[in-house]
């Protein structure tokens, strides 16, 4: 028997990181409720009291103006901190008292004419094309009902679980930075049983390390986890420094887009490279990443396959991928080749359809941002329909 183990991290809403995705995302969203052809590319920096967002941002109704004549800036952002928790006094980063610095400004000409579905000098199609050139991933397994890796999905339950016993209010020593980690012991590719399992919370200093041990374990690892997957053998290590009680942007600096491997498959799936929050979807670093999504669980939940994974490749301003590549990795019931065949009649794999398909011009990314963006169950996050099986099993036929 082959046996391995296998770990993967998520971070909670009020990881310094994460609060940066976060305003990114919620700038964003704001935008497209303003025009759903808003071109965003936010980024944020968190440090101490501050918020820095920077990035260019162009809203096609308004021209040339500055993103902040038609969007309150200061309030979105401050909205959005208050919103993961930032409201305690006994923290310096406070959704109130942050000081905030915009240098954002509009989007590049030169990128826009090759996003834009017209002709241009040099362009040689009038189609919309790509906003950047890259590679990007998508990835699906029969580990998990959502069809994900089991042990990124744990990890994400953890972090979930942690953030609603913390916003009902009645744990008051909990604060918003967290992390969480689960190790998953695989025999013959599948998961067998948990091996260890780390939360890192953010506390209160009047609160003992056996309390926070205590409910971490009891409340949260206990209620969430399978029951089957945990044993006498598993560790846990809560809070292992023994100490959390400064933490978020005070405790550490954060930065748009660092938690790329949170916010996919926990390192089970490959990654391409490029970020997601803040981002509008004429950025294929976030569309073209979904779409891969939607097909590689569309072939797992259609039985092709246990396990794929599909890359995409684009060159910006360019209309067509330039490959598309899929690996079952020897779990599929056909030839990969045939499996390729049969995505590449069912999808389109262009920029605009890739838009049109999943219906991405709508301000929902602020429900991607925390706790991955793949594996929830929401209806406006359309990546994760598995509305393409009867097709795909006909095509394949």
């Known amino acids: 028997?082959?046996?391995?183990?296998?770990?993967?991290?998520?971070?909670?809403?009020?990881?310094?990181?994460?609060?940066?995705?976060?305003?990114?995302?919620?700038?964003?969203?704001?935008?497209?409720?303003?025009?759903?052809?808003?071109?965003?590319?936010?980024?944020?920096?968190?440090?101490?009291?501050?918020?820095?967002?920077?990035?260019?941002?162009?809203?096609?109704?308004?021209?040339?103006?500055?993103?902040?004549?038609?969007?309150?800036?200061?309030?979105?952002?401050?909205?959005?901190?208050?919103?993961?928790?930032?409201?305690?006094?006994?923290?310096?980063?406070?959704?109130?008292?942050?000081?905030?610095?915009?240098?954002?400004?509009?989007?590049?000409?030169?990128?826009?004419?090759?996003?834009?579905?017209?002709?241009?000098?040099?362009?040689?199609?009038?189609?919309?094309?790509?906003?950047?050139?890259?590679?990007?991933?998508?990835?699906?397994?029969?580990?998990?009902?959502?069809?994900?890796?089991?042990?990124?999905?744990?990890?994400?339950?953890?972090?979930?679980?942690?953030?609603?016993?913390?916003?009902?209010?009645?744990?008051?020593?909990?604060?918003?930075?967290?992390?969480?980690?689960?190790?998953?012991?695989?025999?013959?590719?599948?998961?067998?049983?948990?091996?260890?399992v780390v939360i890192s919370t953010q506390h209160t200093a009047d609160v003992k390390h056996a309390e926070i041990e205590k409910f971490c374990i009891e409340q949260v690892i206990k209620k969430v986890l399978p029951k089957n997957m945990l044993t006498k053998q598993t560790e846990y290590l809560i809070n292992p420094t023994g100490n959390f009680v400064i933490g978020g942007p005070q405790g550490d600096s954060g930065l748009t887009g660092r938690k790329i491997i949170v916010d996919t498959y926990g390192g089970m799936g490959r990654h391409g490279g490029g970020a997601f929050s803040g981002k509008d979807p004429s950025k294929v670093d976030r569309s073209a990443a979904y779409m891969g999504r939607w097909v590689a669980k569309n072939i797992v939940a259609a039985g092709l396959a246990r396990k794929c994974e599909v890359q995409f490749a684009y060159a910006i301003g360019h209309p067509l991928p330039v490959s598309v590549h899929v690996d079952t990795f020897g779990t599929g019931i056909v030839a990969d080749k045939k499996i390729l065949a049969a995505i590449l009649k069912v999808f389109s794999f262009k920029p605009a359809d890739i838009v049109k398909q999943l219906k991405l011009l709508r301000p929902i990314y602020s429900k991607s941002t925390n706790y991955g963006h793949f594996g929830k169950d929401d209806k406006d996050l359309t990546w994760e329909r598995t509305d393409k099986v009867a097709e795909l099993k006909k095509a394949v036929k």
């Open 1 to 196: 028997m082959s046996t391995y183990i296998f770990s993967s991290e998520s971070v909670g809403e009020g990881h310094p990181d994460k609060v940066c995705d976060t305003i990114s995302d919620a700038i964003l969203d704001a935008c497209l409720s303003v025009d759903p052809k808003s071109r965003v590319a936010c980024e944020t920096f968190v440090k101490s009291n501050m918020v820095v967002v920077g990035g260019e941002i162009t809203i096609p109704k308004i021209g040339k103006k500055p993103v902040g004549s038609v969007i309150n800036l200061e309030k979105v952002i401050r909205d959005a901190v208050a919103g993961i928790g930032y409201t305690n006094n006994d923290d310096v980063f406070h959704a109130d008292t942050l000081f905030i610095n915009n240098y954002l400004t509009t989007q590049s000409d030169d990128i826009a004419q090759g996003v834009d579905a017209k002709k241009a000098d040099g362009k040689k199609t009038a189609e919309q094309g790509a906003g950047d050139q890259g590679i990007m991933f998508g990835y699906a397994c029969d580990e998990t009902p959502e069809l994900m890796p089991a042990p990124i999905m744990y990890a994400h339950r953890l972090g979930r679980e942690l953030t609603r016993i913390r916003k009902t209010g009645k744990v008051k020593w909990l604060r918003p930075d967290a992390k969480s980690q689960v190790s998953v012991e695989y025999v013959d590719g599948r998961p067998t049983r948990i091996v260890n």
